[in-house]
């Protein structure tokens, strides 16, 4: 599966954190990142992260793209609530299009508990059929 790990300055530690303890599992999965968020999880648990922008240069939207192109399978974005970010729209538009195209997204920890472990549980599985077989778009 293919999964994106994103996460605001003030839980970027948070999603360190949670990567390490779960490094087994995301191990078995192409991981992609936003810029600052990507090297940090590189950095802690040596696992290999595709990289794009950093959040308000635009990696929001090239993982936004990915979403739209039907390559995407899982999101982990945790979001600060309590700090105004430069780039709301984007972050909004990211979070819109993981709606649109029903791609599961945990933007807490306690949500992202009971994604990777349902992940490892198979229960992301339709996300192949969808793969195979086309999303709204036709996208395969
Ligand atoms: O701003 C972000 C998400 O909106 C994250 O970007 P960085 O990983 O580059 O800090």
New binding site residues.
């Given amino acids: 599966m293919n999964i994106a790990l994103?996460?605001?300055?003030q839980k970027k530690n948070d999603l360190v954190q949670f990567v390490t303890a779960y490094k087994d599992i995301f191990a078995k999965h192409a991981l992609f990142?936003?810029?600052?968020?990507?090297s940090r999880i590189n950095e802690a648990t040596g696992l290999d992260v595709t990289r794009f922008k950093?959040?308000?240069l635009g990696?929001?939207q090239e993982i936004g793209a990915l979403i739209a192109k039907n390559q995407m399978d899982a999101i982990f974005f945790f979001r600060d609530p309590l700090t105004a970010?430069p780039?709301e729209p984007?972050?909004t538009a990211l979070v819109r299009l993981c709606d649109v195209y029903s791609i599961p997204l945990a933007t807490n920890m306690g949500t992202a508990e009971l994604l990777i472990r349902g992940l490892e549980m198979g229960l992301l599985e339709w996300r192949n059929v969808v793969k195979e077989n086309g999303d709204v778009n036709g996208e395969k």
């Fill in positions: 994103i996460a605001h300055d990142a936003t810029g600052t968020t990507g950093s959040g308000p990696g929001d970010q780039h984007d972050v």
